[in-house]
C-alpha cells in the first residue's frame, strides 16, 4: 500500500495562486494556518505588551499567558528607543509641532526640523545631501524605482533585502552568488556597453549572515567597468564605522559609493528611512521620487527622536563600544562550547541548526526558559541553512548571555545540535 505524504506548507505556497482569485485565495491560506496551530508546541504567534529590547513581555497565542523575557530579536541596537535623551526631543517637538505634518514634503510637509536631520545624516555618511523617507522599505523602493528603468540594469548580491528586489521592478536584474567576485566581474564584462546605466547593489550589512560585502573590491570593479555603487546600510549605522558612520566609512570607501540608503528604525530607534548622496542627485529624487512625493512626511517626534539619537552614538562612542563588547563576548562563548555561528562580522548572530523542524522547536523551548528569539526557517533562508537568528544590543548584560549559552547547552542535551563538542 502507497503512503501520500501530507503536504508540508511555507508561505511561498499561497502566492500567486493560479486558477484562485483573491478571496479564494485568502479561504486557501487557511490551510497554512491550520498547519501552525497543529505545530502549536514549535510556532510562533506573538504579541508584544512592551517596546523591542533586551527585556520584553509577550503574550503567546497558543498559552495565551504573558511572559517575561530576554529578547534577541530587536534590531535596537544601541537601546535609542528607550533612552531618556531620545525621548524628551520627541516630547518637546510633539509639543512644538505636533503628532504628524499631514502633508508630502513638496506640498508643506517637510519642516525645518526635517531639512536639519537630513543634513545631519548626509553628514554622518560624509556625502552632500540627504532625503528622508517614511520608512527604510520606502527609501529603497523610492531610490531604485526613480532611477532605473528599462534602459538599466541592476546587479546584485543575492542576500540583499527584498526590498530591493520590490525596488526593481521596472528595470533589468542580474543577481551574482553572495560576494562572488569573480562572477561579478564576468557579469559586468557581459553588460558593459549593453544599457545607459550599470549599478552593483549590495548590503553594508547582510541581514540573515551578520557578514559584510567584499566592498572595497566592489568599488574597484565599479570603477573599471564604469558602474555605479549602491548601498543598503539598514544594520550598518550606529554599528561599523568611526562613530558609527557606517559600512562605506568602515571600508574606507565613502567616496567611491554613488547612494547610501538605510532605515531611522535600527539604531537610532524611530522609523523612516533615507537615501544619502550629492546634492544633484538628492534634488532629483526629492522632487521626482514617487515614494517621497506622494507620501506624508515623517512625524516631527520622530524626526526629533533620530536626530538626537545620532547626536549621542556620535558623541558618546562608548554606546557603540558596549555594543562591541557584548558581541565579541557570545560570538567566543558560542565558538568555545561548539555552536556553528556561521561567517557572522557583526552583532547580528545566527547559530545553525541546519534543520526547520529542530530550529523551530529548539527556539520554543528557549521561549520556555524565557528567552525570545527567532526560528529563521524556510523560505526565508534555505532549507539546509535554518538557523536562530540572534541580534545583540548594547543594552544585554553579561548575565543575559551566560544564561542564553547555559540553556542552550542543556537543550543541546536531547536535540545534539552542536556542531564542535570538546567538552
Known amino acids: 500500500m502507497t503512503t501520500i505524504k501530507k503536504k508540508h506548507f511555507t508561505p511561498r505556497d499561497f502566492i500567486n495562486v493560479p486558477d ?7 479561504e486557501y491560506f487557511q490551510k497554512f494556518i491550520d498547519q501552525m496551530d497543529q ?64 502633508a508630502s514634503p513638496i506640498i508643506g510637509g517637510r ?56 525596488g526593481l521592478g521596472c528595470t533589468n536584474t542580474k543577481i551574482f552568488k553572495h560576494n562572488d567576485i569573480e562572477y561579478l566581474e564576468k557579469t ?49 549605522v550606529g554599528v561599523f564605522g568611526e562613530g558609527g558612520k557606517g559600512t562605506t566609512n568602515h571600508f574606507g570607501v565613502s567616496d567611491k559609493v554613488d547612494l547610501v540608503t538605510g532605515t531611522f528604525s535600527k539604531s537610532m530607534g524611530t522609523s523612516g528611512g533615507y537615501a544619502v548622496g550629492s546634492k544633484p542627485l538628492i534634488k532629483y529624487m ?4 514617487r515614494a517621497s ?35 565579541h563576548y557570545i560570538k567566543k562563548q558560542l565558538l568555545n562550547k561548539g555552536f556553528d555561528i556561521g ?9 545553525m541548526i541546519r534543520d526547520d523542524m529542530k530550529t523551530k522547536i529548539i527556539a520554543r523551548k528557549l521561549l520556555d526558559k524565557g528567552i525570545y528569539i527567532i526560528p529563521a526557517t524556510y523560505p526565508a533562508v534555505k532549507l539546509k ?16 548571555l551566560d544564561y542564553f549559552c547555559e540553556a542552550l547547552l542543556d537543550i543541546d542535551k536531547k536535540y545534539n545540535f552542536r556542531t564542535n563538542i570538546s567538552d
Open 188 to 236: 559586468l564584462k557581459l553588460t558593459v556597453g549593453k544599457y545607459r546605466n550599470i549599478a552593483i547593489i549590495i548590503d553594508g550589512v547582510y541581514s540573515q549572515d551578520g557578514d559584510l560585502p567584499k566592498l572595497v573590491e566592489i568599488c574597484d570593479l565599479a570603477k573599471k567597468y564604469g558602474s555605479f555603487v549602491f548601498v543598503d546600510d539598514a544594520h550598518g
Open 385 to 400: 541553512d535554518s538557523r536562530l537568528r540572534m541580534n545583540i544590543t548594547s543594552q544585554h548584560t553579561k548575565e543575559d
Open 111 to 166: 519642516l525645518d526640523i526635517h531639512h536639519l536631520l537630513e543634513e545631519k545624516i548626509a553628514k554622518l555618511y560624509d556625502k552632500e545631501d540627504a532625503l528622508i523617507f517614511s520608512s527604510g522599505y520606502s527609501a529603497n523602493i523610492g531610490a531604485f524605482q526613480f532611477l532605473l528603468n528599462k534602459m538599466d540594469i541592476a546587479i546584485v548580491d543575492m542576500f540583499v533585502h527584498a526590498s530591493i528586489y520590490d
Open 293 to 327: 512625493t506622494f507620501s506624508a512626511s515623517v512625524a516631527p517626534p520622530v524626526v526629533a527622536a533620530a536626530s538626537k539619537a545620532i547626536d549621542l552614538f556620535t558623541e558618546e562612542p562608548q554606546i557603540i563600544d558596549k555594543l562591541w563588547e557584548n558581541t
Open 39 to 102: 505545530q502549536s508546541a514549535n510556532a510562533f504567534d506573538i504579541t508584544s505588551k512592551t517596546i523591542t529590547g533586551s527585556k520584553m513581555t509577550i503574550v503567546d497565542r497558543y498559552s495565551k499567558n504573558p511572559i517575561n523575557t530576554t529578547s534577541y530579536v530587536t534590531n535596537n541596537y544601541l537601546g535609542m528607543n528607550k533612552h531618556p535623551k531620545v525621548l524628551e526631543a520627541a516630547k518637546k517637538t510633539l509639543e512644538e509641532y505636533g503628532i504628524g505634518t499631514c
Open 20 to 26: 484562485k482569485n483573491i478571496y479564494e485565495s485568502a
Open 343 to 351: 561567517k557572522s562580522e557583526s552583532p547580528i548572530t545566527p547559530i
Open 286 to 289: 526629492k522632487h521626482l521620487s
